[in-house]
């Protein structure tokens, strides 16, 4: 076969879909596709190249990601390819091509919570109707995803197929005594800290986050710092201003996109990972947070209880005082904690990008038919 993978995102954010689309094409060089061409779609600004594999070439395109004209521009560029399929991991194929298509949906959160988006968002996003009815197939990342695509859009459960995504390798356990120094190191986080690892923006739900850590220091008198890593995203005001509306200023730190070589300690020496999201398609912070040994307490909704199975606390996103307590007890307890790093651990081991790669070219073959 020869496949194109659309990687022109990678180039505009390598978190969230990016790094779906990194580590993907770098576990398919794991595995054996001896037989593949692989063609990897980068945007002709990004000048780095993915992976190096005698099976991967790369071609640069002039279609920016989300771009208007899109349709029309990115359909005449991957029509001179001459692919037997394009898998579009950002959910939108071109709608005329003369291949196969294979789509991913990681969450549909655009059509439940439709104010949480921007007009250029919605814009893009708004397309999804057309984007499964005219691909060959789609990829869910969890079986909380595949049923809201087939209960939302309507689409044919044979349609779909669940392939989980997995965390990045290198997050793993390491010693707690060198991450903190790392910590302290780099980003002079000195004291015990609650960690929030995501994208700054509505759905996840950080005004409760931070309302249950107000009533933390005020409650129950505890000094620990809320650490937030994460590029700032949209409509992400509201966050920043309640944070100066609950005095919260000394005690909260915004470090920004944070690379994921340095990620790796602050997991390993955080108190634990609170994810109070409204809504995940899967839920990679957490699952890299149990990799590395950390505590997590998520969300009771969509795809999270899936991805952590026992191994987390789970909380209502509404209930503040009940995020308040479960926070307090990771913080006190030391037999829950002990429970949950191994519970994390043993869970995260389930979860594999090599598998992912290899059922992901399965898809490939039953759509192409080889």
Not at 42 to 54: E, G, L, P
Not at 72 to 94: A, K, Q, Y
Not at 298 to 313: F, K, R, T, W, Y
Request: charged fraction near 25%.
């Amino acid at each position: 076969m020869r496949i194109g993978i659309d990687a022109r995102l990678v180039y505009y954010s390598r978190a969230g879909i990016g790094q779906y689309i990194l580590r993907l094409v770098e576990a398919m060089t794991r595995v054996d596709a001896s037989g593949d061409e692989f063609v990897l779609l980068q945007s002709r600004k990004d000048r780095t190249q993915i992976v190096s594999d005698h099976n991967f070439s790369r071609v640069s395109l002039w279609t920016p990601s989300h771009h208007r004209l899109e349709q029309l521009s990115l359909g005449f560029e991957v029509g001179r390819l001459h692919l037997d399929l394009l898998h579009s991991p950002d959910f939108i194929p071109p709608f005329r091509r003369n291949c196969r298509s294979v789509i991913t949906v990681h969450d549909l959160a655009f059509l439940l919570y439709p104010h949480f988006l921007t007009n250029e968002s919605a814009r893009y996003y708004g397309q999804i109707d057309q984007a499964v009815r005219r691909t060959d197939h789609i990829i869910a990342v969890s079986e909380s995803t595949r049923q809201d695509t087939i209960k939302l859009l309507g689409v044919p459960e044979k349609k779909i197929t669940v392939i989980y995504e997995a965390a990045n390798p290198i997050y793993r356990q390491t010693d707690p005594r060198e991450a903190r120094r790392l910590a302290v190191d780099t980003y002079g986080l000195d004291g015990d800290y609650i960690l929030f690892v995501s994208t700054i923006e509505p759905r996840k739900n950080l005004p409760a986050l931070l309302r249950a850590y107000r009533k933390l220091r005020d409650d129950y008198k505890s000094d620990v710092k809320l650490v937030l890593a994460g590029r700032r995203g949209w409509l992400s005001e509201e966050v920043y201003e309640m944070v100066e509306a609950l005095n919260l200023a000394e005690h909260v730190r915004f470090l920004g996109r944070v690379p994921s070589e340095h990620l790796v300690y602050l997991y390993n020496a955080a108190r634990m990972l609170v994810h109070p999201s409204f809504y995940e398609g899967f839920g990679l912070p957490p699952l890299a947070a149990m990799n590395c040994g950390t505590p997590t307490i998520v969300s009771n909704v969509s795809a999270l209880p899936e991805v952590v199975g026992d191994a987390s606390i789970l909380i209502d996103p509404h209930d503040i005082e009940g995020l308040t307590v479960a926070m307090w007890r990771v913080l006190t307890d030391a037999d829950l904690r002990a429970s949950l790093v191994a519970k994390g651990l043993t869970r995260a081991r389930m979860f594999s990008l090599e598998r992912a790669a290899q059922e992901t070219l399965a898809v490939y073959r039953r759509v192409v038919g080889r």
